[in-house]
Structure formats: C-alpha cells, structure tokens
C-alpha cells in the first residue's frame, strides 16, 4: 500500500494511535449533524424531519468520500465535484500518479474538502480488503473502473471474457460489499456505481461490456434492497458517450467519433465534468429518497432511436 498526501488525510482510527478518542467523538457528533437519519421501515412517512436548510440539500460536509479510479476521467470530475460540495475525498486509483494529480487540483477556498491519494489495485481482492480498513469510515463510495475488449462474441477468447467481467462486475463487488458492510453497520451512506448507456442497448462488438454493464445494475439494486433498511442507499449513473481516455480509441476514428456524437439528442459527445452532477446529487440528502435507481447521463441517447427525424 502506498500513501500520498498532498492534503491531510485522516487514517482509520483503529489504525492510528495518534487519532483521539474524543476527536473521533466529536468526528462522529458532527457528521451524524449533517447527515439525514434514514427512515426504519416500520416509521410513518410523515415522521420525516423536514431539513433544516433546502439551499444546503446538495452539501456534503463533513462526510468522507472514497472515489476508485479518480485518476482519470469520469472519476477524476467526480472526485472534484464530490470535494467541491464540502466532503473530504480520497481519491483512489492504481495509478498513484494519477491520483495525486487530481488530488492536488483540489480548490482552497472555504467550500471545499481535503482531497488525498491512495493507491489500489481494485483486481487485488487482499487489497481491497485492506483498502477498506485502511479508509475506515466512509459516507459515500464511488466505483468507476472498467474495462472494455470491443470485439464481436465469435472472436472472444475466454480469457478476455474473464478479463472483462473480472474488472466490471467482480471488482465492483469486492469494493461495495467491502465498503458497504461497515456503512450499514453506521447505519448511513451512499453507494454510486458506473453503469453505461451499454445496459439498455448494445451494438456488435460491445457484448461481454454491455453484460457488465446491464449486470451490475442488478448487482447495484439488490445491494439496494439488502442494505435500504439500514441506511445505505445504492444507485447507478450511466453515462452516454464521453470524451475520456477510455474512449479515445473511438475519438481515433473520425467517422465512429461524429456518428457516436449524432446518436444522442444533444448532438453531441459528453465532458467528464458532466457526470460530476449526477455524483453529486445522488450522494447527498438531495437524493434522500432515492435507491435502487439508474440514473442516464447520456444527452438523450437512450430516449430516441435515432434512425430518423420525420420531415415536420
Ligand atoms: N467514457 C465513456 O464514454 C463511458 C460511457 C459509458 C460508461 N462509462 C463508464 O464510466 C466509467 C469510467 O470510465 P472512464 O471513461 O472515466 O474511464 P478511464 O479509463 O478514463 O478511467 C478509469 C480509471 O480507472 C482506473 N483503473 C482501471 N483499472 C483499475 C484497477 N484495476 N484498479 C484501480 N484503478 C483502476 C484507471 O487508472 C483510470 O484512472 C467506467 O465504468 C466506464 O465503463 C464510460
């Protein structure tokens, strides 16, 4: 495990001496302040405490983010966003140097959050375990990494099936279930998977992806179902095309780059930077009364089927 800290990143208590009791108290006090408790599921609805302050339901102060693969892309504006709303963020990646570097584009004014590096391997199971104890209490859990062999399913070797699903659905189970045992047992926290447009509709040579991508969205909704009552809200966002390194094979090819482009309703590719929202929303008490859910980021791309636009 290697650590970087371009800002002060807090170890878990159990692992650091050096961390009191009381400041962990008083740690504790203060998130469950800025935390909306979650309803039992035997409470009246009306039993709801109304929050205090409407403007401030998409802060996240005082809570403690983990982003895995904030090195890049998706991640990498999601982990701003997330500490641009207040909440401290470690960003996590196997690429240490990536890692750091989003940490360190961090904002120092008075709305932010520290943002650090970690550095994991998500396909190393003893290091994710690790991971989360080494993270100790975590409020909101963000899984992006995957991986994509664009190839038709005649030509698929097994190997890279495994490789594939390894990454995309495996991985993101080790680290939610990880992350997720110890948010239950708080009683709080919020889970956000990556997801694709790739979960509703396919194309050839996408197929092993879009499985993943379709299968974690039951992976991501039956976490839902199991750790609702106590707490934990579970919800996917699936992004439409992207301008990210992940991509830039398809940015390669002119023609594949313009006809991805023209398939959505915006006409347009999406910026990394336009996921960060969604992140956002999903992780905050803004989205108190949502689990279970996919959230499309996709300019449309799934609301037509783009074939063709009737004369009017
Ligand atoms: N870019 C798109 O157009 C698009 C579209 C739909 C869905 N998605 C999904 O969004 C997510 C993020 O995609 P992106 O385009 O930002 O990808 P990206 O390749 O830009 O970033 C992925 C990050 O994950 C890290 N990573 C990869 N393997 C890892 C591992 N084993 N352990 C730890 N970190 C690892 C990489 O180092 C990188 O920093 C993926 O789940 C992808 O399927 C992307």
Known sequence: MIWANPGVWTPNPSHSPAISGARRLADTIERMDNVAQPLTPTAPATSAPAPADLGALFRLDARRAVVIGAGSGIGQAIALGIAAHGAEVVCVDRDLAAAQTTA???GTGPGWGA??????????????????EDLGAV??????????????????????????????LRAAFDLMTGFGRGMAQRGRGSIIGCSSIRSLTTEPGQGVY??????????????????????????????????TP????????????????????????????????????????????????????????????????PPS
């Open 104 to 106: 360190h584009q961090a």
């Open 139 to 168: 409020d909101i859990l963000v899984v992006t990494p995957a991986v994509n062999v664009r190839k038709r399913l005649l030509s698929y070797t097994g190997e890279e099936f495994d490789s594939v699903v390894r990454l995309n």
């Open 246 to 309: 992940l991509t830039a094979p398809i940015k390669a090819d002119e023609q594949w780059y313009a006809a991805y482009g023209a398939k959505s309703i915006l006409g347009r590719w999406g910026r990394p930077h336009e996921l960060a929202g969604a992140a956002v929303y999903l992780a905050s008490d803004a989205a108190s009364y949502v689990t279970g859910t996919v959230l499309f980021v996709d300019g449309g791309w799934t609301a037509i089927d783009g074939r063709f636009t």
């Open 115 to 132: 943002m650090t590096a970690y550095q994991l391997d998500v396909l190393d199971t003893q290091a994710v375990t690790r991971a989360v």
């Open 210 to 243: 879009a499985m993943t991508k379709a299968g974690l969205v039951m992976l991501l909704r039956t976490l839902a179902a199991e750790l609702g009552p106590q707490g934990v809200r579970v919800n996917a966002i699936a992004p439409g095309v992207i301008d």
